[in-house]
């Protein structure tokens, strides 16, 4: 079964673009979450989408958004991009099995921000 | 406010010998806590998990110990290897809350040969 798969891998942007990541779950999966880890804040979580819906939101600004399709394909959109958005940016898929549901991670797209 | 903390960014062991990774958590309403592995340029790959009801979880070389009343955790690694060389992050979940991942900042593992 493939994994996560996350597109693109590597992405140079400018201050003020905007920029959309896509990622594709396992296939089964129907929960899709997003991580931005950078060196030093660690792993944070941005939301969590379920059958199209947000069901869980970090503490992001609303510049950071995201989507689901009825294909469980996710995508995340940061608008007016900052220096400080530059970052890993990883998706985790899983299960719809609650609380106890293992999330799987893809390889992450590193955004850079000039 | 950190409430997963990993306080040793950094642990070197010898190979064979065991690696003892530890994670330190505040919050009394997570009840599921997982450990992943990350190398370099790769995403997190899930290693083990456990809940809040058990106080050992073991797969393979890999178990976890929790001690709820200390709120503390940690993974044993038995014989290391040095293909176990990555960081290590443990995170943690709220009861009821669907896919919010607490992590902490992860402990990077030396194992050498």
């Known amino acids: 079964k493939a994994g996560v798969t996350q597109t693109p891998r590597y992405l140079i942007k400018t201050r003020g673009q905007q920029v959309t990541l896509s990622c594709s779950p396992i296939?089964?999966?129907?929960?899709v979450s997003w991580y931005q880890q950078t060196p030093g804040q660690g792993l944070q979580f941005l939301f969590e989408y379920f059958s199209e819906t947000q069901r869980n939101k970090g503490n992001f600004p609303g510049r950071f958004s995201g989507r689901q399709f009825s294909n469980s394909r996710s995508e995340m959109n940061v608008s007016t991009l900052e220096l400080g958005d530059s970052a890993l940016y990883l998706c985790?898929?899983?299960?719809?099995?609650?609380?106890?549901?293992?999330?799987?991670f893809g390889p992450g797209t590193r955004l850079l921000v000039l | 406010d950190q409430q997963v903390k990993q306080n040793s960014p950094s642990l070197s062991v010898q190979e064979g010998r065991i690696s003892i990774l530890n994670c330190d958590y505040t919050?009394?309403?997570?009840?599921?806590f997982l450990w992943y592995k990350k190398y370099p340029a790769e995403g997190p790959t899930f290693l083990i998990s456990i809940s809040s009801i058990k106080d050992k979880n073991e797969d393979g070389r890999f178990t976890v110990f929790l001690n709820k009343s200390a709120k503390h955790l940690s993974l044993h690694i038995v014989p290391s290897q040095p293909g176990d060389s990555a960081v290590y992050f443990c995170a943690a979940r709220k009861g009821g809350s669907q896919g919010n991942l607490i992590f902490g900042k992860g402990t990077k593992l030396s194992v050498k040969p």
């Open positions: 919050n009394s309403m997570f009840d599921y």
């Open positions: 985790a898929s899983s299960l719809p099995g609650g609380a106890r549901e293992t999330q799987y």
């Open positions: 296939s089964g999966h129907r929960s």
